[in-house]
């Protein structure tokens, strides 16, 4: 999740006042850096991560359930994790 959070912070989608700072812009950077950064061996290794079931499907679900954690409860949402 680092390669994440530094695409989160260098990436200049990521620094849009609309995305920096918020629930979303986590969530936009798990998913980004899965579809735009992480290398894939080929195409359908990449289809397969992101569309089927995969990794990159698997870490995208999980950050959504725990922005939507977080934008329910706050950030104590985030102490078991």
């Known amino acids: 999740m680092e390669d994440a959070f530094a695409y989160a ?4 989608t990521q620094q849009m006042n609309t995305t920096k700072g918020t629930v979303f ?5 798990v998913t980004g850096y899965y579809q735009n950064v992480r290398n894939y061996k080929d195409d359908e290794s990449k289809l397969q991560s992101i569309v089927m079931g995969g990794t990159a499907q ?10 939507s954690q977080f934008a329910k409860d706050g950030a104590d949402v985030l102490a078991l994790n």
């Open 9 to 12: 912070m260098m990436a200049d």
């Open 25 to 29: 812009g986590a969530y936009n950077a």
């Open 58 to 67: 698997a870490k995208a679900q999980r950050a959504f359930e725990l922005c």
